[in-house]
């Protein structure tokens, strides 16, 4: 079976796990990097002030290992076309950030080296991975991702028209549905809770939040489950805040993320579901939002937490590389201790390591503590399947959402369809 809901953890168990046997080298001392260079690629965009952060990297990894790094930055656009012509030419960097949907294709292409061994070296590290992200670096039950930083999506909404109305952040299905019709009521040009049609990850909670499944693999097959009773109700849930209720427009069916996000910033929207690393740049577009923004965690149908996407990077060793203990000791330095730490305070993005999230979950700070805690007990991945990748490039959940708001085709037609296309796609060799 397919793992995709992160266990509960205690929390109280995170503060014991220490950050120290997570730092420096391996047991058996650092690698030997004297007159060496590692060539990395980083993802650009997600840290504004990545320059000064790559030169502190460079300087604690010299100091270290006595070698130095060359650190590229990549545009998220064109990095994976990067990637395939690299692997097919053995040109790969010895080290770079691979997204979560990436690691698996990676690994079942060849590239990527296992990182088993020099994880399980480390005391209490293993344990220590935020296990969501670990389930999205492994395939073939071997670890070839390491957990870098991570995101989560939860619900976003605004404090100051939900004061206005007393009302509190939803904690149900239906205490969305109330909320939703008292701000269609009194705010008639305001969006209680866009439906944006071209927005796979915000599908996926109210599937989850049901009770249902994407895709669970028997053996090795793929069953895509989108058309189950459950996931049926919980699709039809969320498109019926467009379709039945009225808290969407048309113009949404066509909407990204981005748009979502946009109009939120406009004043226009009063309840998403958006990323932990978005509040602070909806506050710089609009810092008359400052303030009047709230996060809860998404909830299930009938209560507790529907799990989100957890979105986010991992460090992945090349198999071109020439010196593999070398390039671990570079991905634990950015991944552990006090580096992982800043990266995560510097983007808005939260730590790899439960160790390091110590401090965002005993926050009050009320855009920190609700998507720290659905990161940590309501955080799920999609698919680990290099394959999946082939799902997202063809939109099947997108174009199923869209035909149901299009009223194209019904909840269960729309569902059936898109679980026998997923299902074919998931299992093409």
Known sequence: MHKRILPVIALGAVATLALASCAGGSDNGSADGEGQELTVWIMKGTNPDATAFYDEVSEAFEAETGATVNIEEIQWADAHDRFVTSIAGGTTPDIAETGTTWTAEFADAGALLPIDEYVDAEDG?????????????????????????????????????????????????????????????????????????????????????????????????????????????????????????????????????????????????????????????????????????????????????????LGGSHLSVFNTTENADLAWEFVQLMTTGDLAEEWASQTGYFPGVQSAMEEALASTDPLVAPFAEQMVDGGASVPVTPNFGAVQAKKTTNSMIQAILSGQKDVATATADAAAEMTDLLNQK
């Open 125 to 309: 590290l293993r344990d220590d991975l935020v296990e969501g992200l670990a389930v999205a670096g492994t395939y073939d039950d071997e670890l070839y991702g390491m957990p870098w930083y991570a995101g989560v999506r939860s619900l976003v909404y605004r404090t100051d028209v939900f004061e206005e109305l007393g009302l509190d952040a939803p904690e149900t299905w239906d205490d969305i549905v109330t909320a939703g019709e008292a701000i269609k009521a009194a705010k008639p040009d305001m969006l209680p809770f866009p439906v944006a049609g071209d927005a796979e990850f915000q599908v996926y909670p109210w599937v989850w939040g049901a009770g249902g499944e994407v895709a669970t693999l028997d053996g090795e097959t793929w069953t895509s489950e989108l058309d189950s009773d459950e996931s049926q109700a919980g699709i039809e849930f969320y498109t019926g805040l467009a379709t039945e209720h009225g808290f969407s427009s048309a113009g949404a069916t066509t909407w990204k993320e981005t748009d979502l996000r946009d109009s939120f910033t406009q004043g226009n929207v009063a309840m998403m579901l958006s990323g932990s690393w978005t509040p602070k740049s909806l506050i710089e577009a609009n810092p008359e939002l400052d303030g009047n923004i709230g996060a809860a965690v998404i909830p299930g149908e009938d209560g507790g937490i529907a799990p989100s996407v």
